[in-house]
């Protein structure tokens, strides 16, 4: 058995990226849910480098804590001036401790490359005991690219950089990619004898290969498949289709597993999501971070999901969720809102127009319409009423209201937390909750309505107001007169909508539900 290899990655990221016209370093702008530099590392994470250096330079503050955040094992090693890719890569070398084995050495900004294609490289490298390896690709436009000059038996003589080619070698369309694999031993020593003698006047990496073939060492060219791979990022247009690249990538992946994506140009999923088997994702849905989508759930239309679990067989429609959870069965939205620490237990339901933020809502338990719920528990199968707000902020501190299970709570109620509502309570519309209410208890907290007859026609006299009202009650007097068996029954159909609306105390209420058959009884909300 050889010995296995060991293996030392090198990430170059200290250059600027002018191009990207931005405060942040080239290598730290984010693609479907990591960085540049963040898809470089993990291509290359299935190599089990023994060592991983990672060259910082511009902005190398910000780098070297989104490495601690990214990849704390890697070593930020700082070029504080670019003088060149080879120079980038001697620093790096001197920063680790003598070796033998093999390095590769990968651009920072190669963020479509995959780590099947790395490993290729690397094995080819590996396994033809080369002096050094150069992933190569051809490509429809080379414009900008260092060029891969081959001898008359095909084997590779240089790489050279476009501004110092010739016009046959610029008409060569196969180029360095940028990723390479070398001998530890012979890559140290032809980086140092590296020269500047170029139009830029740097140390080039690339001409590593020429001084080794001068050499007499076997240095190889590994062709990558697509080339699409080893497309580099230098402005803001070209990150934009790499992102419509990997978005394309992404989305075949999960269809391939079985996963629908019903328009898939107008999905974005971060290479970060998981989505489970007979997951539905519909059109203009973007699903980030830590995101997992359970088997069967419905995701979408027009949903932003950032870190947020979706159980199995749940719905998300029309949405904005942000760190929450979605129990199975479950449904949200349309137009719903979930914040931080949002949890719906099984088959709960967060309809439309309604906010959500670290809140429990238990098992099957509605929060339908119009709603803000914070700083809550709700039990197991109870109903908030429409246009409620969960108060949870007295200007210093946050309280909880807890909600327990089978409750019914009216329509446009304030819980002014810190305040409970029991097992099997009911509340009131229009209730202001300041007290506890007991377990099967109705709280009731609004004032009894009263009405001034003929107030409109004395106080506001010549309007339509005014008009519509005296005709309302001509009409009336008319009817009267006529059938004193109908005025009877107008009478009667009076006193029954005046209980429907004007309940207000809880002996009060339980009368008139019954008399009104329930439907509007002040503890039934009638939002279901
Ligand atoms: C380099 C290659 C070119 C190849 C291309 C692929 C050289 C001389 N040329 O050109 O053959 O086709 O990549 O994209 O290597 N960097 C440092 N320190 C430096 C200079 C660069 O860390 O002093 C880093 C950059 O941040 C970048 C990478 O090295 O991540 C490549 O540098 P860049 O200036 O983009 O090289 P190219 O001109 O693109
Ligand atoms: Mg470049």
């Known amino acids: 058995m050889p010995q296995p290899h060991l293996r030392t990655v090198v990430v170059l990221a200290a250059g600027e990226g002018k191009r990207m016209k931005s405060t942040l370093p080239k290598v730290l702008h984010p693609l479907l849910g990591r960085t540049l530099l963040g898809h470089v590392l993990s291509a290359a994470a299935p190599l089990a480098a023994d060592r991983t250096v ?109 501004r110092d080619a010739d016009a046959a070698q610029r008409a060569i369309r196969e180029i360095n990619a940028g990723i390479y ?47 699409v791979e080893t497309l580099g990022c230098n402005d803001r247009v070209e990150l934009a289709s790499l992102r419509r690249l990997l978005r394309d990538r992404v989305n ?44 069967g759930a419905l995701v979408g239309p027009d949903v932003t999901l950032v870190d947020t679990i979706v159980g199995e067989g749940a719905s998300v429609v029309r949405s904005h969720a942000v760190g929450a959870e979605v129990g199975a069965g479950a449904s949200v939205g349309p137009y719903a809102y979930l914040r931080p620490a949002a949890r719906l237990a099984d088959k709960a339901k967060v309809g439309t127009f309604v906010e959500v933020k670290n ?45 327990g299970s089978h409750a019914r709570t009216g329509a446009d109620n304030m819980f002014v937390a810190p305040v409970e509502v029991g097992d099997g309570a009911y509340t009131a519309a229009g209730s202001v909750i300041v007290d506890d209410v007991p377990p099967g208890a109705m709280g009731v907290a609004r004032a009894r309505q009263r009405n001034i007859e003929g107030w409109v026609v004395m106080r506001r006299a010549g309007t339509a107001a ?63």
């Open 359 to 403: 809140s429990e809502i238990g098992a099957g338990s509605k929060v339908p319409h119009l709603t803000y719920v914070g700083d809550a528990t709700i039990g197991e199968q109870s109903n908030i009423g429409a246009a409620s707000v969960f108060v949870n902020y007295d200007g210093v501190n946050k309280h909880r209201t807890v909600i």
């Open 181 to 227: 694999a070398f001998d530890a031993v012979r890559l140290r020593d032809a980086l140092g004898k590296l020269s500047t003698d170029n139009d830029q006047g740097e140390e080039y990496l690339t001409d590593v290969f020429g001084l080794l073939r001068s050499a007499g060492e076997p240095v190889a060219v590994h062709v990558a498949v697509d080339h």
């Open 466 to 528: 005014a008009e519509a009202a005296q005709r309302a009650r001509d009409a009336k007097g008319a009817q009267r007169a006529g059938d004193a068996k109908g005025a009877q029954r107008a009478g009667d159909a009076k006193g029954a909508s005046e209980a429907a609306g004007t309940a207000s105390d809880s002996e009060a209420m339980h009368g008139r539900a019954e008399t009104v058959g329930g439907a509007s009884g002040a503890g039934d909300t009638a939002t279901e």
């Open 252 to 295: 075949e992946a999960w269809m391939r597993t079985g996963v629908s994506l019903l328009d898939p140009v107008t999905t974005w999923i971060d290479v970060t999501v998981a989505l489970d088997r007979d997951a539905v994702v519909d059109q203009n849905t973007q699903l980030r971070g830590a995101t997992v989508v359970g088997a």
């Open 54 to 162: 990672v060259v910082v330079g511009h902005g190398a503050d910000q780098v070297r804590a989104h490495l601690t955040e990214i990849a704390p094992d890697a070593t930020p090693v700082l070029q504080a001036e670019q003088l060149g890719t080879g120079h980038a890569v001697r620093i790096a070398l001197d920063a680790v401790p003598e070796g033998t084995g093999t390095v590769v050495v990968i651009n920072g900004d190669v963020p479509l490359l995959r780590p099947e294609t790395v490993g290729a490289l690397v094995t080819a490298h590996e396994e033809a005991a080369a002096a050094a390896t150069v992933l190569a690709a051809e490509v429809p436009d080379p414009t900008g690219l260092g060029r891969i000059v081959r001898d008359s038996d095909g084997r590779l003589e240089q790489i050279v950089e476009e």
